[in-house]
T-cell receptor, first 117, second 110 residues
Framework: GAVVSQHPSRVICKSGTSVKIECRSL??????MFWYRQFPKKSLMLMAT?????????EQGVEKDKFLINHASLTLSTLTVTSAHPEDSSFYIC?????????????FGPGTRLTVT | GQSLEQPSEVTAVEGAIVQINCTYQ??????LSWYQQHDGGAPTFLSY????GLEETGRFSSFLSRSDSYGYLLLQELQMKDSASYFC???????????FGRGTSLIVHP
């Protein structure tokens, strides 16, 4: 149980275009989803926290107009990178968790490798 | 704010025991989690400590001392497949927002 999928796994796009990444919890309801960015050999940098039905909370330094997050249902959150530039190239990972006893446990998606040319 | 420190790299031989330390600074501490991530893969949850002491899960154990703001992950009977990055993650604040350490790369040699 507790499977999180991410789509696409890899995407290459041209500078100036937008890319949407989907994160789905397959067998549980995710009250909270997190979006991370990870550079090679580096830690997970939290970009934003989203709760179903409400606006995402962005971390300091993350442009909310550039990284649009929507958490429309208890099983789906999307991250849209708008007007992508080469510096946005990175590994983006989502995670999900439920409310309740194991609120400390996050279930991660497999990640999306974004390359902007 | 919150901050965590963990070694960048640890090496060990197969069958050995290795300890990965994590020190942290925070206000409003809730707990400390550990995650494993293989190259190119997603992090997977290993363990969580909210109270002082040792939590054992098979070959992996995690320890917490809240008074010392310190925890560690202990891996026993190391196997080659344990080569991965290990992250400690701090939970604090009213909504359990996680902060991850920089990760420790564990290299297991035959």
């Amino acid at each position: 149980g507790a499977v999180v999928s991410q789509h696409p796994s890899r995407v290459i796009c041209k500078s100036g275009t937008s890319v949407k990444i989907e994160c789905r919890s397959l067998d549980f309801q995710a009250t909270t989803m997190f979006w991370y960015r990870q550079f090679p050999k580096k830690s997970l940098m939290l970009m934003a926290t989203s709760n179903e039905g409400s606006k995402a909370t962005y971390e300091q330094g993350v442009e909310k107009d550039k990284f649009l997050i929507n958490h429309a249902s208890l099983t789906l959150s999307t991250l849209t990178v708008t007007s992508a530039h080469p510096e946005d190239s990175s590994f983006y990972i989502c995670s999900a968790r439920t409310s309740g006893r194991r609120v400390y446990e996050q279930y991660f998606g497999p990640g999306t490798r974004l390359t902007v040319t | 704010g919150q901050s965590l420190e963990q070694p960048s790299e640890v090496t060990a031989v197969e069958g050995a025991i290795v300890q990965i330390n994590c020190t942290y600074q925070t206000s409003g501490f809730y707990g400390l989690s550990w995650y494993q991530q293989h190259d190119g893969g997603a992090p997977t949850f290993l363990s969580y400590n909210a109270l002082d002491g040792l939590e054992e899960t098979g070959r992996f154990s995690s320890f917490l001392s809240r008074s010392d703001s310190y925890g560690y992950l202990l891996l026993q009977e190391l196997q080659m497949k344990d080569s991965a990055s290990y992250f400690c993650a701090l939970l604090s604040g009213g909504s359990y927002i996680p902060t991850f350490g920089r990760g420790t790369s564990l290299i297991v040699h035959p």
